[in-house]
């Protein structure tokens, strides 16, 4: 029997995860057997959380019946690891009255922790653009899109387009800088050619 699985995507993993669960790295995990006892070690992107807790780029003892999810979406099957690994009886957790709670999978985690943090707004920015582009129309225009796509990150984050959501803060601030560029081009422009 092996000492050491790979567990992933890649083809050659020793447990080859199908790619629906798209949280899951190539290369996620590796499970060690020396003597009796079992080490779980990520290297994914995503992490994994044994029993609850989250295991990101390192590495937890686990046992037989442990609760073991891969990139919050993929439940390790212990009786598979157990059977690739020789199935020492020695690694099996005796769930007693004060560990069974710690068994017990937890609740999903909110979607932020799935998808970074809401970005930024840049609303402060795009009406500050607006202010100093008023009274010239390209400026005024760009500073008007930015604080739309400024007021569309939030409302976007929360409906599940986080992309969107992303790609909204981006425009928003391009454009707000690309106003106040433009505003001190123009104000240049004008004080230069008054003066001339």
Not at 111 to 119: A, F, K, N, S, V
Request: with cysteine; glycine share 8%.
């Amino acid at each position: 029997m092996a000492n050491q699985i790979t567990i992933g995507r890649n083809p050659q993993s020793t447990i080859v995860v199908d790619a629906k669960y798209n949280t899951v790295s190539g290369n996620h995990a590796t499970i060690t057997c020396e003597g009796n006892t079992l080490t779980f070690k990520d290297h994914s992107t995503n992490g994994s959380f044994v029993n609850g807790v989250k295991c990101h780029n390192g590495s937890m003892q686990i046992h037989m019946g442990d609760n073991v999810t891969l990139g919050q979406q993929y439940p390790l099957d212990m009786n598979e690891v157990m059977s690739l690994l020789g199935g020492h009886a020695a690694t099996q957790r005796i769930v007693t009255p004060a560990t069974a709670r710690i068994l017990q999978p937890e609740p999903i985690r909110p979607q932020e922790e799935y998808h970074g943090t809401m970005p930024e707004k840049h609303m402060e920015l795009a009406i500050v653009s607006l202010i100093l582009g008023f009274s010239m129309l390209v400026p005024m225009i760009l500073s008007i899109i930015a604080i739309v796509n400024a007021s569309n990150v939030e409302s976007r984050w929360r409906a599940g387009d986080y992309s969107g959501a992303r790609e909204a803060s981006s425009k928003a601030k391009s454009l707000a800088w690309w106003s106040i560029v433009l505003a001190f081009i123009l104000v240049f422009v004008f004080v230069a050619s008054y003066m001339a």
